[in-house]
């Protein structure tokens, strides 16, 4: 399957376009700190009083704030702060959304009913105003934050997997697998997730720029 994919993947220029470009762009947060001769938070007093244009001669390719602060190096240590918790948000969010909107599919029934009611109930609350109160008791940290974020953004995951899973529990293969005596737990993780993968990966790149 791995094989297959890659083999469409590479006749796609435009994928393949696109990731070079996503290739390139945390290449360049990774490596773009290191080629400046200034650090993030250097002051550059004779330019603090004003934002400065780029300039080669002074070494401040993309310019100053207006405090003075070299911008390259800020836009490429922000790229990496971003990127870091966009794709470490998502991760959390793929997991638990997967794990709960293929169980709750599979399951159906009475527990299919609870477990999407919690779903409505923490749709309810604001997004933001929660990942606020989560800062706010637990302390600010990038970790709390992605796992803030990652913790209230599988909601719309857990609904997209439940969907598929429905109509992946009447599927004969399903039907073989417990009839056969596996149990729920396995026919989740070896039948049901494998065969959401596809949907589950299109919507983690719409929940990347989401998460940023």
Do not use: C, K
Not at 39 to 47: A, G, K, M, Y
Not at 60 to 70: A, E, K, L, P, V
Not at 97 to 113: C, I, M, P
């Amino acid at each position: 399957l791995l094989a297959d994919a890659w083999r469409r993947l590479r006749r796609n220029r435009a994928a393949i376009a696109a990731l070079a470009m996503l290739v390139s762009l945390v290449g360049a947060s990774l490596v773009g700190p290191a080629l400046s001769q200034y650090s993030i938070d250097h002051v550059d007093w004779t330019l603090a009083s004003l934002a400065s244009p780029p300039s080669l001669e002074n070494g401040h390719w993309f310019g100053t704030d207006s405090n003075g602060r070299d911008l390259f190096v800020r836009v490429w240590a922000g790229t990496q702060v971003s990127l870091l918790v966009a794709l470490l948000a998502t991760a959390v969010s793929l997991v638990i959304g997967v794990a709960w909107g293929a169980t709750a599919g599979y399951l159906g029934g009475r527990a299919d009913d609870w477990m999407m009611r919690f779903v409505d109930v923490l749709y309810a609350l604001p997004y933001m105003f929660f990942v606020i109160i989560l800062t706010v008791v637990f302390g600010r940290s990038l970790f709390l934050i992605f796992l803030a974020i990652g913790a209230v953004g599988w909601l719309t995951m857990a609904r997209i997997v439940r969907g598929q899973a429905l109509s992946l529990r009447h599927q004969p293969f399903v039907d073989a697998a417990i009839t056969l005596g596996l149990p729920a737990h396995r026919i989740i993780a070896r039948h049901i997730v494998p065969n959401v993968i596809g949907t589950v990966i299109v919507y983690a790149t719409l929940t990347v720029p989401q998460v940023i």
